[in-house]
């Protein structure tokens, strides 16, 4: 099975991508990337607990508007939504209409506050030694010993929506593993 292939614009990226720019533009653009800031780790733990039983393209289609429900992920206003938010939010069709996940999104930036974390540092705790995947016996897999650990430590704190997948799918984006195909032009 090849782990690649060349897309119309003749580069050749991983297997996993379909030809829907937006697709194209979060894999060439942000998917692998380092992220360490505060708010963008906090989208990340949101987004992809949003995702859990989706298609990433559903949840990146529909970013902005995750963005404009939850303040921009700004994690003190999120810590501050209300029932009347969340009843909002369950008739914004922009997002995904999952009162738990509304809720869990709301309920981890409360904890993020209460307990002071640093999400870099409390997250890339778990990054693994060699981010990188092997060329040899290449595979995405869905979960890691790091990912499971990450996860456990998670649900720990308190924290919702982080089970071992969601956790490796948020390592690959935030750039904690480096999952790129290798043939994909941003391998290296």
């Avoid at 859990?52 to 994690?75: P, Q, V």
């Amino acid at each position: 099975m090849s782990h690649s292939r060349v897309h119309q614009d003749g580069l050749e990226r991983c297997s996993w991508l379909n030809d829907d720019p937006v697709y194209i533009e979060y894999h060439d653009k942000e998917w692998g990337r380092r992220a360490t800031g505060q708010r963008d780790l906090f989208e990340a733990i949101a987004l992809e607990g949003f995702q859990a039983g989706l298609s990433w393209l559903t949840i990146l289609k529909r970013r902005d508007s995750f963005r404009k429900a939850f303040h921009n992920f700004e994690i003190s206003r999120v810590a501050e939504m209300t029932d009347a938010d969340v009843d909002r939010l369950m008739q914004d069709p922009g997002i995904i209409r999952n009162r738990a996940k509304i809720l869990a999104t709301i309920h981890n930036a409360k904890l993020i506050l209460e307990l002071g974390l640093d999400l870099k540092e409390t997250l890339w705790a778990f990054a693994p030694e060699n981010p990188k995947s092997p060329f040899e016996k290449f595979e995405w897999p869905s979960v890691s010993k790091e990912s499971t650990a990450l996860s456990k430590a998670l649900r720990q704190l308190g924290f919702k929506f982080v089970g071992p997948t969601t956790m490796y799918a948020l390592m690959q984006s935030t750039g904690m593993v480096h999952d790129h195909a290798p043939n994909c032009h941003w391998r290296e």
